[in-house]
């Protein structure tokens, strides 16, 4: 049925798994791994955090704080006993963590906790056995506590979007119902599932696997896959994603992809990737730790040698080094970066935005320009009626009328007319004598009334008249235009378009206020792109822009000086989004668009894009404050704890640098759990 010139494109290019093909059993491997690890952590702290208490009890430097006096015969062994506990048993993963630093020559975070936890386990051992000066017995066990908990916090959070994900995977079917070669109909788990076999869902059964409907008609819930809380209506040609609830329809479907390839298995995937991608702020904690390091170890032992040369004896001299590595461990960094992930993980899960690369995410705060795909990012990817100009009927009748004849093809602009009698809530009557006009139209009988849906080309070969100039301007906005004729009489003309997506005018009206440009890449024709971008009040256009020439044109606009998010749904979008700054994929949208995307919006919202330039934005603030409020403490506690103020009598003593550390890391939680989007 040719209604006009207009031409649609699709792509349906085959995915192929490349970079993703791991074994089920290795990536269950990988995962339980890290649940592992996740769990030890967990363990760790919970057991070093109840031994911390009477460990607290116990120091005497903490009783003369509080001015009370628990002292008794072989306390100290006791103290000590603990306290060795804490350092092996808690310290663990950060005393091999630094070795695995140190055998590369790259000391970071692990290496920083070390130095401080051997200094003051060591230092401390000593006090017990011997040598003069107070113990760090408590600010051992604090530090191993705190640190403990920021690792297990920082490896929950990522693991918590894996474990609901991979907890989907285990709500899939393990049975589904086959249909045999000769009809029968044969229950098979849903592991022996090939591509192109037929399986039935009845009525409420879950779906087994991705594919495509071949027979029937249904509503299918996928509010657990995509966040859309609407059942969506399918029928025949639409696809099925596995582990969607059908409604009350029966449908036959065919089995398009099975096990790792299915959509839930990508996004399982996809976290598992997120997981991996270091986050750039979370390395800039890691930078920060390193040259602590350096501090601690250089301040430490400038210290020594400055006490020394004033004349104080060793133990004094070395008290004020001990107390000066010690503080130069922060325990406010160790929670600055992993509580700000945390959150910001949790709030992105919470918005349907799936982060499969952290450091494009937080640099997501500096885009200047978002440039969207048209076809089902901007629009719906679906005919709708934008106009109906009648002559002597009303619209809803010819409306009425025109749906009735095109309810019998399954062509997109016949839906459109179809779904246009749904938003009237105008029934659809009876046709007889249909037929289809080869490339012109379709015509049938209607209540006793021949019409007709024709194209400009046949009334243009049988002469008939119509409105020229409202034909000519609905053609250069790029719309479709249909006649309907009643018993040989011309009664309206209804234009259609891609239908413009409301949540997009939305999002490119905030881009706007946050002043972010909008632009539009398509290979649609320049009409029909320039109707679309004057609907939106886009900043610019690229249109009849070929699917390769879509990364070139991701390229000039990045050459401009700008940074550039490209959002996109389809496989002829996939290299720019691997070239823009930021690479958005529609969650509806292709394999490939998501396999090459740093973010999957799960609920094909062009509005999210806003949310994550604005978490983007929030996030960073976050961690500098965090980093800020953590560093901030270094830098006033460590001259004071060496003493650099001595002369006017006021020397950092460890219970102060104690309190002072412990209000910098409610601080820094209290922040990071202030992070809103």
Not at 496 to 502: F, H, K, N, P, Q
């Amino acid at each position: 049925m040719e209604h006009s010139n207009h031409e649609h494109k699709h792509s349906n290019s085959e995915h192929e798994h490349s970079g993703h093909n791991h074994g089920e059993e290795h990536g269950h491997d990988h995962t339980s791994h890290h649940a592992h690890m996740v769990e030890d952590f967990k363990k760790r702290f919970y057991i070093s955090l109840v031994i911390t208490i009477p460990v607290l009890i116990l120091s005497p430097m903490l009783q003369d704080f509080a001015n009370i006096d628990l002292r008794f015969t072989g306390d100290l062994y006791i103290l000590f006993a603990l306290s060795t506990f804490i350092f092996f048993y808690g310290g663990w993963p950060f005393l091999t963590g630094a070795w695995s630093e140190l055998k590369e020559k790259n000391p970071g975070m692990m290496t920083l906790i070390a130095l401080a936890i051997v200094v003051a386990y060591g230092y401390s051992s000593l006090t017990v056995f011997g040598l003069s000066g107070k113990n760090f017995f408590w600010e051992l066990a604090t530090l191993i506590d705190i640190m403990l908990l920021g690792h297990w916090i920082e490896m929950k959070s990522v693991m918590g979007a894996s474990k609901a994900l991979e907890e989907l995977v285990k709500l899939m079917p393990s049975e589904a119902h086959r249909i045999e070669e000769d009809g029968g109909i044969k229950d098979v788990p849903t592991t022996e599932l090939q591509e192109g076999d037929h399986v039935l869902i009845k009525p409420g059964e879950k779906v087994p696997v991705d594919g495509e409907i071949i027979k029937g008609k249904s509503s299918i819930d996928e509010s657990m896959l995509t966040g859309e809380s609407v059942p969506v209506e399918k029928s025949k040609e639409d696809s099925v994603i596995g582990a969607s609830i059908n409604g009350e329809g029966s449908l036959t479907v065919k089995v398009e992809k099975t096990g790792e390839d299915s959509y839930l298995s990508q996004v399982v995937t996809m976290v598992k990737d997120a997981q991996a991608s270091k986050s750039k702020t979370q390395n800039f904690s890691d930078r920060a730790a390193k040259w602590l390091f350096y501090l601690a170890l250089g301040a430490g032992f400038t210290t020594l040698f400055v006490w020394l040369l004033l004349g104080y004896d060793f133990v004094y001299a070395l008290e004020r080094m001990v107390t000066v590595m010690v503080i130069a461990c922060p325990h406010a960094l160790g929670l600055a970066a992993p509580l700000v992930v945390a959150r910001s993980t949790a709030l992105s899960a919470k918005q349907g935005l799936l982060i499969r690369n952290r450091t494009s995410f937080e640099s997501a705060r500096q885009i200047d320009a978002v440039v969207f795909d048209k076809t089902g990012t901007l629009t719906e990817g679906r005919f709708g009626v934008t106009e109906v100009i009648p002559e002597t009927m009303s619209e809803d009748e010819v409306i009425q009328l025109a749906a009735s004849v095109e309810m019998e093809s399954e062509h997109p602009i016949a839906r459109g007319i179809v779904e246009e009698t749904n938003k009237r809530s105008l029934s659809v009557k009876e046709v007889e004598d249909f037929q289809s006009i080869t490339g012109k139209g379709l015509e049938g009988t209607v209540e006793g009334k021949k019409v007709m849906v024709v194209s400009p080309g046949y009334m243009n070969d049988e002469g008939i008249d119509y409105r020229n100039e409202t034909f000519t301007e609905l053609s250069e906005q790029g719309k479709t235009v249909v006649f309907v004729l009643v018993d040989g009489k011309l009664e309206a003309m209804i234009a259609l378009a891609d239908i413009i997506r409301e949540s997009a005018k939305n999002a490119i009206h905030q881009l706007k206020k946050i002043n972010v440009s909008s632009m539009m890449l398509t290979g649609d024709n320049q009409q029909v792109a320039n109707w679309v971008a004057e609907q939106l009040e886009l900043n610019d256009v690229y249109a009849e822009v070929l699917p390769h020439e879509k990364a070139e044109q991701i390229k000039k606009v990045k050459e401009k000086g700008l940074k550039v998010a490209m959002t996109g749904d389809g496989v002829n979008d996939a290299p720019a989004l691997a070239n823009a700054d930021l690479g958005i994929a529609i969650g509806a949208g292709t394999d490939v668009a998501m396999e090459t995307a740093d973010i999957v919006l799960v609920k094909s919202n062009p509005e999210d894009v806003v949310s994550i330039i604005n978490l983007s934005k929030a996030t960073y603030r976050k961690m500098i404050q965090n980093l800020w409020w953590a560093a901030g403490y270094n830098i006033i506690a460590i001259p004071l704890a060496a003493g650099v103020l001595y002369p006017i009598g006021i020397v950092l003593s460890p219970a102060v640098g104690a309190v002072l550390m412990s209000l910098s890391t409610i601080i820094v939680a209290i922040n990071a759990k202030l992070l809103k989007t």
